[in-house]
């Protein structure tokens, strides 16, 4: 998968916000995770349980807040956050 970066997190702490250069898919393997995103200049919210996916694509600025403690497998293109 050249380019292409899958990293396993285990987090209990709110991600930063940020924009990809590229497409992202955020999975959630255990526990409870509120996704943050804006579209059209507005900030909208997504609780994600297990084995839920949140896609990202170019340009959508995110960022997840784990409800206690979560496993979070994450895919994206190299280099990004």
Do not use: C
Not at 15 to 24: I, M, R, S, T
């Amino acid at each position: 998968m050249n380019g292409i970066t899958v990293r396993l997190h285990w987090t209990d702490q709110p991600y930063k916000w940020h924009v990809n250069d590229g497409q992202e898919v955020f999975a959630v393997l255990d526990g409870r995770v509120e996704m943050h995103y804006r579209d059209n200049g507005d900030e909208l919210r997504a609780v994600l349980e297990t084995g839920d996916v949140f896609y990202a694509s170019v340009g959508t600025e995110h960022v997840a807040h784990p409800i206690g403690q979560a496993r979070i497998l994450v895919v994206e293109a190299e280099g990004s956050l």
